[in-house]
Structure formats: C-alpha cells, structure tokens
T-cell receptor, first 118, second 114 residues
C-alpha cells in the first residue's frame, strides 16, 4: 500500500486477555518502529526493527510486551495479560532506514491502534 | 543522553496571528537530525520538515518557517498568519545515529481560534 497500515484501528479487551497489534509498513522500508501514545501525552519509544532483527528493545515496558517482524515486512506487537495501564494508542512507523544524502529518512506513521483495556 | 524539550504545552492564538513553537534538544553526538511532525485531530502524524546538524540554513515553506540554531540547541517552528486548520499537536523529534531512535518531545497543542 501507499502508507503504513495498522490493524485493528480500535481494540477493546478485558483485563488479563492477550492482544495482537499488526503493522504493515511501506514497501521497501527496512526500518520499523513502535511507539505508544497515552492520552494527551508524547510518543514513548517501544522497539525498533532493522530488517527482521530488533537491535533495541529497551523501550518495552515489561516482559508482557513482545514484538516480531517477519520477511522484513509485517510486524506484530503482542501484549500478554493486558492491564488497564496498557490503554493507549499504539503507533507504528517505518522509514527507509538509510540516509538520503545528508538527510535522515523521516518516519512515516500509520493511523495507530487505539487499545482500551476494561 | 538524548532529549527533546517542548516547554509550551498549549498555545492559543487568534486566526492570522503569527505563532512560534519552541524546541530545544540535547545530544552529545555531532551528527544528528531534527524533525517536526503535525498531529491533527484525526490522529495521524504528518512529517513536516527535517534538518541535519550540518545544515543551519533556515527554511521557509509557504506560511511555515524553521529556525535552526546550534548555538542554542534550538529548532523553532513559526507559522505565519495562522489558520484554523493549523490547529493540531506539533512534535519535535531528534534522531542520532548512535541510538537509532527518534526521540520525540511531549508536543505543543496549538489552538487557532476563528
């Protein structure tokens, strides 16, 4: 597709259930990022992929969070045993992952998945 | 450590006024990149501009202009003759090669009143 696609756009789940959030990056973009945005807050870095590997998982809030990327394309963010504090908008972004001359590739964001844990 | 500070949480202006959004960054890297993004009420983050640390040339694009000053570690964004459609949250971001992360500020909510 032309842009970053995320699904579902909205997810309501009960506390304790597992959820999977999907991100389909722009074709050809090697770098993929997950961020979390809580209501009225900034963007909290979660994890970064270059190809299928995740050199930096430092932003994952707890071991209930995990992510994978296959085929250098689609990524899935999984939250196990969801808690109410996990409620937020989860944003995925991709970039070429390489410099364009003297300019770093910008991130291109999807519309996000709004997760509500009840 | 890398950090981006947007001290202005919310700004309200009347249409046609000029407004400047401040961004101050911290990094020890000599090579870094700065970005501005707009997040309208619809929610999607839209890329506006990027700058690298070697390029202090200011830029103007229509009603938008950006002032990058390494001496003060600032990358400020000015909207001239603001319009209601400019109402959004604006984020400043920093990328350094050492971390591979794009570090975002907490955003400035701009409200342009008709």
């Amino acid at each position: 597709g032309a842009g970053v696609s995320q699904s579902p756009s909205n997810k309501v789940t009960e506390k304790g259930k597992d959820v999977e959030l999907r991100c389909d990056p722009i074709s050809g973009h090697t770098a993929l990022y997950w961020y979390r945005q809580s209501l009225g807050q900034g963007l909290e870095f979660l994890i970064y992929f270059q190809g299928n590997s995740a050199p930096d998982k430092s932003g994952l809030p707890s071991d209930r969070f995990s992510a994978e990327r296959t085929g250098g394309s689609v990524s899935t963010l999984t939250i196990q045993r969801t808690q109410q504090e996990d409620s937020a908008v989860y944003l995925c972004a991709s970039s070429r992952g390489a410099r364009e001359g003297n300019r770093k590739s910008p991130l291109h964001f999807g519309n996000g998945t709004r997760l509500t844990v009840t | 450590a890398q950090k981006v500070t947007q001290a202005q949480t919310e700004i309200s202006v009347v249409e046609k006024e000029d407004v400047t959004l401040d961004c101050v960054y911290e990094t020890r890297d000599t090579t870094y990149y700065l970005f501005w993004y707009k997040q309208p009420p619809s929610g999607e983050l839209v890329f506006l501009i990027r700058r690298n640390s070697f390029d202090e040339q200011n830029e103007i694009s229509g009603r938008y202009s950006w002032n990058f000053q390494k001496s003060t570690s600032s990358f400020n964004f000015t909207i001239t003759a603001s319009q209601v459609v400019d109402s959004a949250v604006y984020f400043c971001a920093l990328y350094t090669s050492g971390t591979y992360k794009y570090i975002f500020g907490t955003g400035t909510r701009l409200k342009v009143l008709a």
